[in-house]
């Protein structure tokens, strides 16, 4: 099956600082999410990003697909953008399963 | 997006029994999906649950020990059976409200002694 990178495993900020997240994969795939992971444990959608690039607010993802990576921005980090962050794929059209990458733990330091 | 619930939040149980989770959306869908993640690890799909029709399992997991109901399309809910400690995770349902992007609700820690 596909394979989902994510790096870095880990990474500590301080809060402020600018971050960008990669998210790898090894074949074509359909559809592409990226989510947040609170402390808690709760899954918060960032992006539905199969292609292209978008912002919300102080995050932005680009998904090149042709070179089968994706880019998670964040900007002025904030202790709330603490958490695990999680990239997933769906890798043929219609059966709806998503394949979840390894995750970067992000922590943010006042 | 959708709102989606799940009960219980959290359970302590002990091995040997079983537990149900609840998983309830506020609008029908086809299909929802139920999600494993163990300690600090990432999320395994476990199984597809159509309504009218049994579940899809993944490679790795079996009706036997992850039994599925799917009696409407708001409604599934997700059995742990014959727990040991290695079923301690956190189980989360999903559903797909637009095509292609999934919502999850707030998971089940489940932790076995």
């Known amino acids: 099956g596909i394979q989902v990178e994510q790096s870095p495993p880990d990474l500590i900020l301080q809060e402020g600082a600018n971050s960008t997240l990669r998210c790898n994969f090894s074949?074509?795939?359909?559809?592409l999410q990226w989510f947040h992971q609170n402390p808690w444990g709760q899954l918060i959608n960032l992006f539905y990003i199969p292609s292209g690039t978008k912002q919300n607010g102080r995050l932005s993802a680009t998904t090149v697909a042709t070179e089968r990576y994706s880019l998670l921005y964040i900007s002025s980090s904030q202790t709330t953008d603490s958490g695990v962050y999680f990239c997933?794929?769906?890798?043929?059209?219609?059966?709806?399963?998503?394949?979840f990458g390894t995750g970067t733990r992000l922590t943010i330091i006042p | 997006s959708a709102v989606i619930s799940q009960k219980p939040s959290r359970d302590i149980c002990q091995r040997g029994t079983s537990l149900t989770i609840q998983c309830q959306v506020d609008s029908q869908v086809t299909m929802m999906f139920w999600y494993r993640q163990q300690p600090g690890q990432s999320l395994t799909l476990i199984a597809t649950?159509?309504?009218?029709?049994?579940?899809?399992?993944e490679s790795g997991f079996v009706i036997d020990k992850f039994p599925i109901s799917r009696p409407n399309l708001t409604f599934s809910t997700l059995t742990v059976s014959n727990m040991s400690p290695e079923d301690s995770s956190i189980y989360l349902c999903s559903v797909e409200v637009t095509p292609g992007e999934q919502y999850f609700g707030p998971g089940t820690r489940l932790t076995v002694t």
């Open positions: 074949d074509s795939v359909n559809n």
């Open positions: 997933a794929v769906e890798t043929n059209f219609g059966n709806e399963k998503l394949t």
């Open positions: 649950a159509n309504q009218g029709s049994e579940a899809t399992y």
